[in-house]
């Protein structure tokens, strides 16, 4: 993943370099990058060391369990939304 966030890092630069000149491109270059630290990198490691989970995720409730791939379930019960 951090090749392709440099991938996609030099691209800006260059792009932006091209286009606003090296000193405009630098400064939007470093703010996308940090902005790819966050997401990549920040927010899954305080959401591990918070124990959250991310938005949306139900744990176990989930209804692509291996007791629904062997079968425990009817037809109906795998069409019926999970509680909530």
Known sequence: MAFLALAMLGAVFLISAVMFGSVTAAVAT????VLFAWFWYGQPLRRLRHGSSPKGSRGTSSPYTPECAAGAFSED???RPPPR
Do not use: L, Q, S
């Open 77 to 79: 019960e795998m069409r």
């Open 30 to 33: 470093f703010g996308i990058g």
